[in-house]
């Protein structure tokens, strides 16, 4: 896939605001996300304080949302992305679909990760224990995997991993009504860790237990930043930047709610503003230094 300019992470305030900027200073990007665009848009019950509209509904103002990217001709992939990697001079990204996508730059709107990381999920990401299905399900042909769920929207993952291993055990972590395949076993149990021993994943359990698999994986709406982009200097759920939103990597902006308090959505779209400008800045100067 032909390499962009800018990569933005997330369909918020944030993510659409940078989308919207960065199309006016006409660089090429990709926007990641659903294209239903962020939960959190339309559970807002009566928004009071996004300038220029006063009194709007969640869904109203996530409708307003959607009229103004399509009248900018912008579109959303949907596409999870379980990793971003610096290369030096620009970043590659892995979509749970298993896609690979490359950008000059990348703006991370992700949003704030609720729930904390499992001890030792960082630690063994990537050694038996992994948050892309379609990427990793190989490594697991006939054998036994857990997958950790903790959205309805990845069920169709555990699904398909029922077909490529030998069994599949569904940690279910969410209250929508489970639909998946009846040879996957459902546990009822909330996961608070997972080890490595003896080439084998153990996840240990609030009420005391520990079950033992080939791997496991973690599926999540969203991975907590420092997962999400090794190397990212975080705190806590957030990640640190400066005023113009740029992060200890060099060309990676974030934007939103993942840079902290406070939860606002004009606080959102305004920082969303300043990456995507900070991030055309960088590439303006990236390409001055070039010629
Ligand atoms: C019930 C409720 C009511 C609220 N009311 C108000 C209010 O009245 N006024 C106000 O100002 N604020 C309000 N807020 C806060 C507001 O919703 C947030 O501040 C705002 O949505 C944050 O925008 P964001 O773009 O940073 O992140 P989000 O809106 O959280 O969007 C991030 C998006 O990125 C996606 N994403 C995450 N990781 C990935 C990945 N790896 N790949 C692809 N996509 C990914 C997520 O699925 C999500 O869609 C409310 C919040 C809630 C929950």
């Known amino acids: 896939m032909e390499r962009v300019d800018i990569a933005i992470i997330g369909t918020g305030p944030a993510g659409l605001e940078a989308a919207i900027t960065a199309s006016i200073r006409n660089k090429k990007i990709l926007l990641f996300g659903k294209k239903t665009l962020s939960e959190k848009i339309e559970r807002g019950h009566l928004i009071r304080n996004y300038l220029g509209v006063p009194d709007v509904s ?131 149990e909330k996961p608070i860790g997972v080890k490595r021993e003896n080439q084998k994943t153990i996840v240990s359990t609030l009420s005391g237990n520990s079950y033992t698999y080939d791997g496991v994986f973690i599926l999540r709406d969203s991975v907590a930043p420092s997962n999400l982009v090794p190397g990212l200097i975080t705190e806590g759920a957030h990640v640190i930047c400066d005023r113009n939103m740029k992060t200890n990597i060099e060309g990676c902006f974030a934007c939103g709610d993942i840079t902290g308090l406070p939860y606002q959505y004009i606080k959102s779209a305004g920082e969303g503003n300043i990456a995507a400008l900070s991030a055309c800045a960088y590439l303006d100067s990236k390409k001055r230094i070039n010629k």
């Open 58 to 188: 969640g869904k109203e103002l996530r409708q307003r949302f959607m009229d103004h990217l399509n009248a900018f001709g912008l579109s959303i992939t949907e596409d999870r992305i379980t990793a971003v990697y610096s290369m030096g001079d620009y970043f590659s990204l892995q979509g749970s679909s298993g896609m690979f996508y490359e950008a000059d730059s990348v703006i991370l709107a992700t949003g704030v990760t609720s729930g904390k990381t499992l001890e030792g999920e960082s630690e063994y990401l990537g050694n038996g224990v992994s948050y892309c299905a379609t990427c990793d399900a190989p490594l697991y042909r006939n054998k036994d995997v857990a997958v950790l769920c903790y959205s309805k929207n990845e069920e169709s993952e555990a699904d398909f991993l029922s077909e490529i291993c030998s069994s599949v055990s569904l940690y279910v972590q969410y209250s929508d009504e489970v639909d998946v395949k009846d040879s996957i076993e459902i546990v009822n």
